[in-house]
């Protein structure tokens, strides 16, 4: 109404205007020419006020050419036919093009309504296709819905069973009045519909996929137009299929974890199955000879049992120990608690926990005592020793010898584990450390090496595999030296 009654104003001040800059001139110009020159008056009328407002104005212009630029002068008398005729096709061609305007108009309007809301339906539409969460979609949707259409406050509730349960909700929030009336506590069922409804004081609109209630959408505040209806309507329809997608992704999800953690358990239990029963069955013949009374055993016979009794139980304990380390890792507990410490005494720690298992004779050490102290967490980083001189251990020959080394890179110290066995496929060097898996040799990468690597993960380092230089495997990875920074506050 504003807008029309400007546009009128704006019209009469155009007539105005036109007469008082043509009235000096009128006996000079023909009739015929000022009434095309009262065209524009009523243009300006019907774009900024409408096809009311620049109807009006053709009247008035009309009677303002008829009364000042007609003769007689100064009367409302049209006088001679060819005047009626001028005035008559003056109205006719004003009034058919205030109304071809008006069209033009109105169709530049709602070519511009099409166009903000396609615009308002991508900007909500690309907030679902972003790849989130089900918790993060729901909230994405009521932020979007109060930031395109500015409501008070939006909450969405979601169908779980048979009642429907607030989700999300931003801005003003409902009364608990309104919260019953949408409980599941309340006795009558809450209607679901497609249409938007005025229920306790509140806009509704529902999401449905397939025919199927997702859920509930509450709108507190602000009034929409028709328009806005409809985006709303169809930003609704596609939240309910994003809502449902996400249920389903999350599902697969879901499904896919159980499947993986199916099989890395069928996989820890053909490991560890495999690798406990060979120690215990080594146990077992041996103690068993041990007591047998029937067969005498001599002096060198008892220390040779003895000692694969020890050997054996050492590997059952560093078994027993991954496995353990596996299970704070799968928990996600794992700390590292960095501490400056000697290589030395990292390696001697390890060959200690290797016990009888690891013959003085067949390992070579070359860590120099000058080198400097490297800031890691002790416990876990003689574990990745102790791993790695395990690996090499199993996978030697008899006789191999077993060769442990250190030197500075950069800012860095480098420990690697050599062995003279078989060697790891350039193809394989990179999965070994993957939890149980089977090489076309037939071997395979237990516990040890993943969670050698974890380990080292863990402190930000790195470990790799590549080839001895005289042939085997070597095994290396990477610790930090600690800063002079460290070293003058410590």
């Not at 609109?205 to 328009?227: E, F």
């Not at 991954?322 to 400056?340: K, Q, S, W, Y």
């Not at 003085?360 to 102290?373: A, K």
């Not at 251990?393 to 860095?412: F, N």
């Amino acid at each position: 109404m504003r807008t029309r009654l400007a546009g009128w104003l704006l019209g009469v001040a155009s007539i105005i205007a036109l007469v008082l800059v043509l009235l000096p001139f009128r006996d000079h110009i023909a009739v015929a020419t000022t009434t095309l020159v009262f065209v524009i008056p009523v243009i300006i009328s019907v774009v900024r006020g409408g096809l009311v407002a620049g109807l009006i104005n053709t009247l008035i212009s009309a009677l303002l050419l008829d009364f000042f630029f007609i003769q007689p002068y100064g009367t409302l008398t049209v006088g001679s036919t060819q005047n009626w005729v001028g005035l008559g096709v003056y109205l006719v061609v004003v009034t058919l093009v205030a109304r071809v305007v008006a069209n033009l108009d109105e169709v530049s309007a709602k070519a511009n309504r099409d166009a903000e809301s396609m615009r308002r339906i991508y900007e909500l539409s690309e907030r679902l296709v972003e790849g989130q969460t089900v918790d993060e979609l729901l909230s994405a949707i009521v932020h979007a819905v109060q930031s395109v259409f500015g409501f008070d406050g939006v909450s969405l509730f979601v169908l779980q069973g048979n009642s429907l349960q607030m989700a999300a909700s931003v801005g003003t929030a409902l009364t608990e009045s309104e919260l019953r009336h949408f409980s599941s506590r309340n006795a009558e069922p809450t209607s679901v519909s497609t249409v938007i409804g005025t229920d306790t004081g509140l806009r509704t609109v529902a999401l449905a996929s397939s025919g199927r209630p997702i859920g509930l959408l509450t709108l507190k505040g602000s009034q929409i137009s028709d328009a806005d209806h409809n985006v709303l309507i169809t930003f609704t329809n596609d939240a309910a299929l994003a809502i449902e997608r996400a249920h389903l992704h999350e599902q697969a999800r879901r499904t896919a974890f159980l499947e993986e953690v199916d099989r890395l358990r069928q996989a820890l239990l053909g490991a560890v199955s495999h690798d406990l029963r060979t120690p215990l069955a080594t146990i077992k013949v041996a103690s068993s000879t041990l007591v047998d009374a029937t067969h005498p055993l001599t002096s060198s016979d008892v220390v040779e049992l003895s000692e694969l009794i020890e050997i054996e139980a050492d590997r059952l304990t560093r078994l027993v120990s991954n496995l353990l380390d596996m299970t704070r890792i799968e928990a996600g507990v794992l700390e590292v608690h960095r501490e400056e410490t000697f290589v030395s005494v990292l390696v001697t720690e390890a060959m200690s926990i290797m016990g009888q298992s690891m013959k003085r004779d067949r390992i070579s050490i070359r860590v120099s005592e000058g080198l400097p102290e490297v800031s890691i967490d002790p416990l876990l980083m003689v574990q990745v020793v102790v791993n790695l001189l395990d690996n090499a251990l199993r996978h030697s020959p008899e006789l191999g010898i077993i060769t442990i080394e250190a030197k500075v890179d950069d800012d860095h110290v480098v420990l690697s584990v050599c062995d003279e066995g078989p060697g790891v496929a350039p193809e394989d060097r990179e999965t070994i450390f993957n939890r149980f898996v089977k090489f076309d040799t037939g071997g395979r990468a237990g516990l040890g090496l993943t969670i050698a690597k974890t380990f080292v993960d863990a402190h930000g380092e790195s470990i790799w595999c590549s080839e001895a230089p005289g042939g085997g495997a070597l095994f290396a990875f990477t610790m930090a030296v600690v800063s002079p920074v460290m070293t003058a506050a410590r």
